[in-house]
C-alpha cells in the first residue's frame, strides 16, 4: 500500500500562507493524491486533489513535485476557521474500488 | 440534498449490548465505507461497500458486521458491544472513480460501559 508521511502539526499566524507538506515516495503512477481535513468535532470533509498538475480551488492550492513523491497543500490566507487535521491521502487500490487510507494527519493551529 | 447521514448522534451502550447504527445518502453512490476514530488518532476502516448487495472487510471489522440491501443505506451492527469498541463512529460515501470525493457524515459518538 502506498503510504504518506505528514508532520504531526504546525502552527501559523491568521491572514498568512500555510504550506502542508507530504511525502509519499511510493505513490504508484496512476494514484491521486487527496487532501482532506477535519474540523474540531466533525466528519473529515474534502479539500482538494491531484493527480500530475498543480491545482487550485476555492479552498486551497495543491503543488505536486515534478516526481510525485511529494506534495504540498497551501492556504493562501490562513484563517481561525482553518485550524483543523489535514490529512494527505493516497488512493489505495485498483480499478473504482478504491479505499482511502487515513493517517494521523497535520494537526494546523492557527494563531490569532 | 441531505448528504451522509448518521443516526444516532449519540449512545451509551452496556458491555454486551447489540445496536446499529443507520447511515444513509441521497447522492446516489455506489460506495460507501465507515470508520472509527478513536481519540487523537487518524480513521480506521472497519466495512466497506462498492454496491448495493456488496461488502467487504476493512482494516478493524471484528466485532461488526453490515449489508447493504439498498444504494442508500448502510447499517453498521455492533453484535456484543465492548468497552473497545468505545469511540466516534464516521459513515461515509464517494462516487466510483480515481477522483471521486468522499463525503462524511457527523459521526455517532459511542459509549460503551
Known amino acids: 500500500d502506498a503510504k504518506t508521511t505528514q508532520p504531526n502539526s504546525m502552527e501559523s499566524n491568521e491572514e498568512e500562507p500555510v504550506h502542508l507538506p507530504c511525502n509519499h515516495s511510493?505513490?504508484?503512477?496512476?494514484?491521486?493524491i487527496h487532501w482532506y481535513r477535519q474540523l474540531p468535532s466533525q466528519g473529515p470533509e474534502y479539500v482538494i486533489h491531484g493527480l500530475t498538475s498543480n491545482v487550485n480551488n476555492r479552498m486551497a492550492s495543491l503543488a505536486i513535485a515534478e516526481d510525485r513523491k511529494s506534495s504540498t497543500l497551501i492556504l493562501h490566507r490562513a484563517t481561525l476557521r482553518d485550524a483543523a487535521v489535514y490529512y494527505c491521502?493516497?488512493?489505495?487500490?485498483?480499478?473504482?474500488?478504491?479505499?482511502?487510507?487515513f493517517g494521523k494527519g497535520t494537526l494546523l493551529t492557527v494563531n490569532p | 440534498n441531505a448528504g451522509v447521514t448518521q443516526t444516532p448522534k449519540f449512545q451509551v451502550l452496556k458491555t454486551g449490548q447489540s445496536m446499529t447504527l443507520q447511515c444513509a445518502q441521497d447522492m446516489n453512490h455506489e460506495y460507501m465505507s465507515w470508520y472509527r476514530q478513536d481519540p487523537g488518532m487518524g480513521l480506521r476502516l472497519i466495512h466497506y461497500?462498492?454496491?448495493?448487495?456488496?461488502?467487504d472487510q476493512g482494516e478493524v471489522p471484528n466485532g461488526y458486521n453490515v449489508s447493504r440491501s439498498t444504494t442508500e443505506d448502510f447499517p453498521l451492527r455492533l453484535l456484543s458491544a465492548a468497552p473497545s469498541q468505545t469511540s466516534v463512529y464516521f459513515c461515509a460515501s464517494r462516487t466510483s472513480g480515481g477522483a471521486g470525493t468522499q463525503y462524511f457524515g457527523p459521526g455517532t459518538r459511542l459509549t460503551v460501559l
Open positions: 491521502i493516497l488512493r489505495d487500490g485498483g480499478g473504482s474500488n478504491y479505499k482511502l487510507t
Open positions: 511510493t505513490i504508484s503512477g496512476t494514484d491521486y
Open positions: 461497500s462498492v454496491g448495493a448487495g456488496i461488502t
